[in-house]
Every structure is written in structure tokens, then in C-alpha cells.
């Protein structure tokens, strides 16, 4: 069940993402197309793509709120910090590895598409973890420092040449969504050190 469900909420995360990020971007185009038109047109003319306009922007605020309801709940109801405190007990419980947590006090406030890539990579992290690593620790940290970002999940596994799957491929994914730097960095024998800085995460609150 554990399966299926982390199977639904990536179907349902893929899902907000394309309503968001294509569709909502389409929309935006179509947007911008139809003031351009407007401002062009004949008064009689005008009128009517104002009211398009208007359908336009209603269908995109549709589209955000769908969105915005598909994503995780544990985010919305917890917060960042206990949604990452959460991530990390249940990865314990399941793989037997401990995970030592550090989070910065005082972080600036974060937009929530900013905590939900946050949010995933920390998971997707994890969850590689358990799967590749064999390894006896982790460590999770998120840390501000000079406006900047920086979210850290290394182990002390086998680590090794990593052979990017659909897993790290939807970090890159992520990270670029937001404007962030993702690197892994990966030693035979040295454990594997995942890091994301978001630049001026203070200001896209
Ligand atoms: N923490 C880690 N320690 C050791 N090897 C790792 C670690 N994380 C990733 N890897 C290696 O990198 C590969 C790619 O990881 P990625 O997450 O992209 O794919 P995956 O976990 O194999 O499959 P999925 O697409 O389901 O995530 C893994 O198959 C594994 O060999
Ligand atoms: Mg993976």
C-alpha cells in the first residue's frame, strides 16, 4: 500500500504540474494574445475579447486551484519543516537508518512551490537511499546562508557512478522549475552527497 500510494501522489503530482505548468502556461499565452488583440481592435470588437479575457483568466485561476489541490496534503497541514521531519522518521522506520536533521531556525519564508521541490527531492533522496546505498547514515539539512538555500541529504553508503534514472532526472526537473543548482556528488565508497541551493530564496516568497 505503501507503493500505491506513493504511485497515486506521483501521478497526482505529475498531473498538477502539467495543469500548471503547460496548461497554465498556454493559458497565459492565450492571455497575453488576446490583450495584444484587444488593444488593436475595433470598439465593437474589443467588447467581446474582453469577455474572452475574462473566461481566459477565470479558466487559469480553475487551473491553479486544481493544481494547487493535488498537491501533498502532508505539505499543506504540517508545513515544510515537520512535513521533512515526518519524510525522515518514516524513512527510519522503514530502512533501520538513522537520520540526523538539521534545519536552520528562522528560515526565510518559502513559496510553496519552492517547499514542494524541497519536499520531493528531500524524498526522492531518501528514498534512493534506502534503495542503492547501504548505508548506516544520513544526514538531512536545510540551511540559509546569504539569502541563499541549501537543502542536503548525504549518506555514508557505497555510493558510486550514478547512473541517472527517472529519479534524479525528476529532481533535475524540479530544481530547474525553481530556478535552483542540483548536484550530486557520488565517490565508489564514499557515500553520496545530494545538494540543491535555491539563489535568493528569501525574495520568491
Ligand atoms: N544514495 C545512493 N547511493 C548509491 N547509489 C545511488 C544513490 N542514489 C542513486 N544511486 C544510483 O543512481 C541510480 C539512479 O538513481 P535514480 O533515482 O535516478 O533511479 P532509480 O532509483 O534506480 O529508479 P527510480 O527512477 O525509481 O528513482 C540508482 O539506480 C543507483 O544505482
Ligand atoms: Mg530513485
Known sequence: SAHALAAQEGERQRIARELHDEIGQSLTVVLLGLKRAA????????????????????????????????????????????????????????????????????????????????YRIAQESLTNVARHARATRVELSLTAQAGDLTLRITDDGRGGALQEGAGIRGMRERALLIGARLTLASAPGGGTDVRLVIPDAAERS
Open 39 to 118: 488593444d488593436r481592435a475595433p470598439d465593437d470588437l474589443r467588447e467581446e475579447l474582453h469577455t474572452v479575457q475574462e473566461t481566459v483568466r477565470s479558466s487559469l485561476d480553475e487551473v491553479r486551484q486544481v493544481a494547487r489541490r493535488l498537491r501533498p496534503g502532508v505539505l499543506e497541514d504540517l508545513g515544510l519543516q515537520s512535513a521533512l521531519s515526518a519524510l525522515s522518521s518514516d524513512f527510519s522506520a522503514v530502512s533501520g537508518v538513522p537520520v540526523t536533521r538539521r534545519v536552520d531556525p528562522g528560515l526565510p519564508a518559502l513559496s510553496g512551490d519552492v517547499e514542494l521541490v524541497l
